[in-house]
């Protein structure tokens, strides 16, 4: 069964530190283009970070959180990472993570995997 299962995701004060995790299962990461999105109650999704397969030194991040994000892979586990430092009240939101063939799928925000989703919520 493929599937994609985030966690991680929490309270955090601003200024904070979350890392998310999303494990795959039923396919390998490694060959798939990644996306974390997220999405803050009453505005649209975006994408917060992105990289291609077997491409994990050009990732591409939300400008928004470039500086403070990190999205990483780990191949042996089968699991990506979003490493969110100096979190601020704006991040809040659910964030997912999503996987496709062709980087085409998480630019155009049509990936063929989607998580579940995990809350972030940054407030003092």
């Known amino acids: 069964q493929v599937q994609l299962v985030e966690s991680g995701g929490g309270l955090v004060q601003p200024g904070g530190s979350l890392r998310l995790s999303c494990a795959a299962s039923g396919f390998t990461l490694e060959n798939y283009a990644i996306g974390w999105f997220r999405q803050a109650p009453g505005k649209e999704r975006e994408r917060v970070s992105c990289?291609?397969?077997?491409?994990?030194?050009?990732?591409n991040y939300l400008n928004s959180v470039k500086g403070r994000f990190t999205i990483s892979r780990d191949n042996a586990n089968n699991t990506v990472y979003l490493q969110m430092n100096s979190l601020k009240p704006e991040d809040t939101a659910v964030y997912y993570c999503a996987a496709s063939p062709k980087i085409s799928g998480i630019l155009s925000g049509r990936a063929d995997y989607w998580g579940q989703g995990t809350q972030v919520t940054v407030s003092s």
């Open positions: 990289f291609n397969s077997g491409d994990g030194d050009n990732a």
